[in-house]
């Protein structure tokens, strides 16, 4: 059975720092692409960013703009986003999910596997 499980989020105030974890389970994590994304309430999944199997390739969302960083440990089988100079647009919640074709990919249907997400509150 494949979990991935978000922690890291809460609220922050504007400027602030965030560092979301996603640990993986049930699945051989070193072989899986991992993206985040995030969304609000009526709104659709916005890609925030993905990163290989090996770690090698990155790629972002356009409004990230240098902020996050997304980094991962297959030791840990665990992917994490480092996010600065968070702002208010920033609120919402961040969902990780895993793709078995490895490579980082924007568009949110071609996950596997997806977890439950971790709130992120960004006040003014």
Known sequence: QVQLVESGGG???????????CAASGLTFSRF???????????????????????G???????VKGRF??????????????MNSLKPADTDVYYCAADGTGAPRRQPGGYDYWGQGTQVTVSS
């Open 57 to 63: 390739t990155t790629v972002y969302g356009d409004f």
């Open 11 to 21: 609220l922050v105030q504007a400027g602030g720092s965030l560092r979301l974890s």
């Open 69 to 82: 960083t997304i980094s991962r440990d297959n030791a840990r089988s665990t992917v994490y986003v480092q």
């Open 33 to 55: 692409a991992m993206g985040w994304f995030r969304q609000a309430p009526g709104k659709e999944r916005e890609f925030v960013g993905a990163i290989s199997w090996s770690g």
